[in-house]
C-alpha cells in the first residue's frame, strides 16, 4: 500500500474545501493534501452556465443520492444531488451567490455558537469576496477571490417577473445580499465574463503552483484512521489501488452534508448505540453525527406559452438556437449564458414573523410537468421553497458485514408548519404570475392546474410533486447542546484535538438562503482557527 505523509489533510474539493486548502497552502513550509473523490471540472458542460442540465444526475459530476420513502409525499423517494468534481457542488449548482438573512447567522450564536453572529462573519463574506458590481462596500469586498457579477444576458421574461411583484407590494430588490432580503430581482451569479466561477477555479486553479500543495482526485476516502485517540491518516482507493495518506498534523472533514457524516459514520464516530446494531465499532461515541438534517422543500408551478421570448425547443426558436454557441463564444450573451435560474427573490407569507419565511426561483423556459430535462415547447416557471423549514430528518447507515447502505431520511412535513408555509408560497407565486405584466405572454398552468385551488389540493399536489433545492445542512452540527457533532469555536469534532469539520454539515439551522457563499465563510473561517492555533503553538 502506498504511503503519503501531511501536515494536513482536507477531504473534499468543494465550496469549504478549497478555501481551506489555499489557506493553509500559503504557508510553504505545511505540506496540504486536498482529496476529491470526483474528477476534472474542465468541461464545457460545467463551465458553460447552461450546461448546468446536463450535470444534475449525470454520474460523472453527480452523486446521484436518493432518499428514502418519504411518508408525509405519498412515499416518494427524493433526488439529493451533491456535486462529485474538483469544486464539488459549485460545479454544478445554479452560481447564484446568496449569504442568507443576517438575523440567521444572529440566530446561530443565541444557540451558543459564539463568534458566528452577523457582524462576526460579514467581514469574512467580504474578504472573500470580488464584486464586480460596484454595490454598496458596507456589504460588500472587492479583493477577495471570489467574482460576484450579474448574468451576462438576462432573458426578457425574467425582468418581466421582476416587474410583475410590484403588483402585489414586492418590490425590485437589486441586493439581496444588503440590507434586506424583501422583494424580488435578478440574481448575483458567481461568474467570471459568463463561465462558471466555482470554488476551485476561485480558491484551488491560481495555486495550484503551489510546491507544497498536492490535488488528488477521483479518490474515494473508506476510512479515517484513528490510534489512541488521535487521527493519523486516512485510507482511500485511487486508480484503482489503496492508499494511505498520513496525517502529521490535522484532518478537515469538508466532504459535505452528506459525505462528511457519512465517513465519520463508517469511521465509528457517531451514535455509538447505533453503529454497534450494524457491525461497526464505535471509537468514538458522537450522538449528533447524522442528525438535524435539514433541506429547503420546494414547489413548483410550470406555465406553457407562445411565446419564444422564453427559453425553449421549437422551431420558431431554432435560429436562436443555432445561434447561441456563435454568440456565446463571441460575445458571452444568447441562450447559452442561462442559469435558468436568472431570477427570484423572497417574500412573506402569512406565518412569516419580521424575516422572508419564502424564495423564488424563477425559470424563463417551460419546465417540464413530467420530470423531463428538456420538453418542447415554451413557457415559464416559479419554484418556491420554505426558508427555514421546522422538519428535521436524519442520515443514517444501515446494512450488515462490509456493505453498509446510506439513508438519507429528510422527514419533509413531518413538522405541518412546513406544509402551511409551502401551500401559501404557491399561492403569493401565483398571484405573482397573475400580474398583468406577464398579459402577453400569459399561457395555461399545466401544474398545479387550475383545478387545484384549495389549501387541501395545493398541498395534495406538494405531496405529489414537491423535491429540494439541493441544499442539506446541518449533520455534524456546532454548538454546545449534548447533539453538537463540533465546538463553535475550533470546529474540532468532540474527543479529538486533531480532527475538524468545515462544510454546511456544521450549520445548527438551515439559512434563508442558498448555500454555497455560506459554506465559503465556513471554510475562511475554520482555516482561521487552524492558522490562529499554529501561531499561538508557535509562540508558546
Avoid at 403588483?167 to 458567481?190: H, K, M, R, W
Avoid at 420554505?386 to 422527514?411: A, C, F, Q, W, Y
Avoid at 442558498?514 to 492555533?533: D, S, V
Amino acid at each position: 500500500m502506498e504511503k503519503l505523509e501531511f501536515d494536513y489533510i482536507i477531504i473534499g474539493a468543494g465550496s469549504a474545501g478549497c478555501v481551506l486548502a489555499n489557506r493553509l497552502s500559503a504557508d510553504p513550509k505545511m505540506r496540504v493534501c486536498l482529496i476529491e473523490a470526483g474528477g476534472s471540472d474542465n468541461s464545457m458542460r460545467v463551465r458553460v452556465p447552461a450546461g448546468i442540465l446536463s450535470l444534475y444526475g449525470n454520474p460523472t459530476y453527480d452523486y446521484g443520492y436518493v432518499g428514502v420513502p418519504q411518508p408525509a409525499l405519498n412515499n416518494r423517494r427524493l433526488p439529493v444531488n451533491r456535486g462529485k468534481a474538483l469544486g464539488g457542488s459549485s460545479a454544478i449548482n445554479s452560481m447564484i451567490y446568496i449569504r442568507g438573512a443576517s438575523q440567521d447567522y444572529d440566530d446561530w450564536a443565541e444557540l451558543g455558537c459564539n463568534g458566528w453572529s452577523y457582524n462576526d462573519v460579514l467581514p469574512v463574506f467580504k474578504d472573500l469576496e470580488k464584486n464586480l458590481l460596484s454595490q454598496d462596500p458596507a456589504y460588500h469586498g472587492f479583493k477577495g477571490e471570489l467574482l460576484v457579477d450579474q448574468p451576462q444576458d438576462p432573458n426578457l421574461v425574467s425582468k418581466t417577473w421582476v416587474q410583475a411583484g410590484e403588483a402585489i407590494g414586492l418590490p425590485e430588490n437589486t441586493d439581496f445580499n444588503a440590507e434586506s432580503q424583501f422583494g424580488l430581482g435578478i440574481y448575483n451569479v458567481t461568474q467570471n465574463k459568463g463561465e462558471r466561477f466555482s470554488a476551485y477555479s476561485a480558491f484551488v486553479r491560481p495555486v495550484l503552483n503551489r510546491q507544497n500543495l498536492s490535488v488528488i482526485s477521483g479518490a474515494e476516502v473508506q476510512q479515517i484512521v484513528v490510534v489512541d485517540g488521535r487521527v493519523t491518516g486516512v485510507q482511500l482507493v485511487a486508480d484503482g489501488a489503496a492508499k494511505m495518506i498520513s496525517c502529521r498534523g490535522e484532518l478537515v472533514l469538508s466532504a459535505g452534508a452528506i459525505g462528511t457524516p457519512k465517513l465519520l459514520l463508517l469511521s465509528g464516530i457517531g451514535p455509538a448505540d447505533e453503529l454497534k446494531a450494524i457491525g461497526i465499532e464505535p471509537i468514538a461515541d458522537v450522538a449528533g453525527v447524522g442528525k438535524n438534517l435539514r433541506d429547503h422543500i420546494d414547489g413548483m408551478i410550470t406555465v406553457r406559452s407562445d411565446s419564444n421570448s422564453t427559453l425553449g425547443l421549437s422551431l420558431a426558436n431554432l435560429p436562436a438556437m443555432l445561434a447561441a454557441p456563435f454568440q456565446y463564444f463571441a460575445r458571452r450573451k444568447g441562450m447559452l449564458t442561462t442559469n435558468y435560474v436568472e431570477a427570484g427573490g423572497f417574500a412573506r407569507t402569512k406565518y412569516a414573523d419580521d424575516l422572508p419565511d419564502i424564495q423564488f426561483h424563477f425559470v424563463p423556459g417551460y419546465r417540464s410537468h413530467r420530470g423531463r430535462l428538456v420538453e418542447y415547447g415554451h413557457g415559464y416557471a416559479v419554484h418556491t421553497c420554505v426558508l427555514r423549514p421546522k422538519s428535521v430528518g436524519e442520515l443514517r447507515l444501515s446494512g450488515s458485514g462490509h456493505e453498509k447502505k446510506l439513508e438519507i431520511d429528510h422527514r419533509f412535513f413531518s413538522d405541518k408548519r412546513d406544509a402551511l408555509t409551502l401551500i401559501e408560497g404557491i399561492k403569493i407565486a401565483r398571484s405573482i404570475l397573475a400580474s398583468p405584466a406577464f398579459a402577453d405572454i400569459r399561457g395555461p398552468e399545466i401544474l398545479p392546474g387550475p383545478d387545484v385551488n384549495s389549501d387541501d389540493e395545493i398541498l395534495a399536489y406538494l405531496r405529489a410533486e414537491a423535491l429540494t433545492v439541493y441544499h442539506p445542512v446541518g449533520t455534524a452540527k456546532m454548538g454546545t447542546d449534548d447533539m453538537a457533532v463540533v465546538d463553535p469555536f475550533s470546529l474540532k469534532v468532540r474527543g479529538f484535538d486533531n480532527l475538524r469539520v468545515a462544510d454546511a454539515s456544521i450549520m445548527p439551522t438551515l439559512l434563508g438562503g442558498n448555500t454555497n457563499a455560506p459554506t465559503m465563510m465556513i471554510g475562511e473561517k475554520c482555516a482561521r482557527m487552524i492558522l490562529a492555533e499554529t501561531r499561538a503553538d508557535k509562540a508558546a
